[in-house]
């Protein structure tokens, strides 16, 4: 059983930062991509980065320049850096791990539960 628990949203003005972090535990062999996940109210989940790895990294277009997505391989621990954030960044974040687990010969997905991120003034 895999564990991810993401940290760090919150309430926060245009403008600001905010540092999210999203810690996988459990009997894990090997942690594949990484990414970031997001949806607002009435919108479909969208991707938000990727971390592969050999921490080869890809954004959407909307984040680019302004998020930076990172990864802890002795901690199994992935981070978005949210730099400049507008009204728009509003959402629940979520954590999404590619992963084996020790005794299994596929590649699974799991998700955290999400953390949510307002930006308002």
């Known amino acids: 059983q895999v564990q991810l628990v993401e940290s760090g949203g919150g309430l926060v003005q245009p403008g600001g930062s905010l540092r999210l972090s999203c810690a996988v535990s459990?009997?894990?062999?090997?942690?594949?991509?990484m990414a970031w996940y997001r949806q607002a109210p009435g919108q479909q989940r969208e991707l938000v980065a990727d971390?592969?790895?050999?921490?080869?990294?890809n954004y959407a277009g909307s984040v680019k320049g302004r998020f930076t997505i990172s990864r802890d391989n002795t901690k199994n621990t992935m981070y978005l850096q949210m730099n400049n954030l507008k009204p728009e960044d509003t959402a629940v974040y979520y954590c999404?791990?590619?992963?084996?687990?020790?005794?299994?010969?596929?590649?699974?997905?799991?998700w955290g539960p999400g953390t949510q991120v307002t930006v308002s003034s």
């Open positions: 971390i592969n790895s050999r921490s080869s990294t």
């Open positions: 459990g009997s894990i062999a090997s942690i594949y991509t």
């Open positions: 999404n791990v590619l992963y084996q687990a020790w005794g299994r010969f596929v590649r699974e997905n799991a």
